[in-house]
């Protein structure tokens, strides 16, 4: 039927929230800064994407290795990725901690950044 189980704590959503967190690093680094911001939650106190974030990613290409969800409940999930990015076919970074917040919005989950998850993740 499409939905799914919330008997294990899950929300009831029609995507899950590692499949939208590689949906959102994706369209930033393919330059489309639609498709991103279509994916950030409407209430996020910020990075819904710029032009300047697009022009400082695009010229990149990501490859995604992994994409794990460190905490979900019915409302809120983190999701950490393993990512290399490269220019020319030369690796310019590889980060095995690409952190994306996310909570749902309506039946979907969204990107959802805020000042508590940077303060949170930048003191690590």
Known sequence: NGESDTSNGES?????????????????YDGDKNEANA????????????????EESEHLD???????????????AETVSE????ENGE???HDDGTWVPLRVDGDEWKVYFSEDFERTYQSD
């Open 12 to 28: 009831d959503t029609i995507n899950e929230p590692d499949d939208v967190a590689e949906q959102y690093i994706t369209a930033i």
């Open 39 to 54: 994916l950030v939650h409407p209430e996020s106190e910020y990075y819904h994407v710029e032009d300047e974030h697009i």
């Open 62 to 76: 990501v490859e995604i290795h992994q994409t794990d969800i460190h905490r979900q409940d019915s409302e809120t």
């Open 83 to 86: 990512l290399t990015l490269t």
């Open 91 to 93: 690796v310019v970074e």
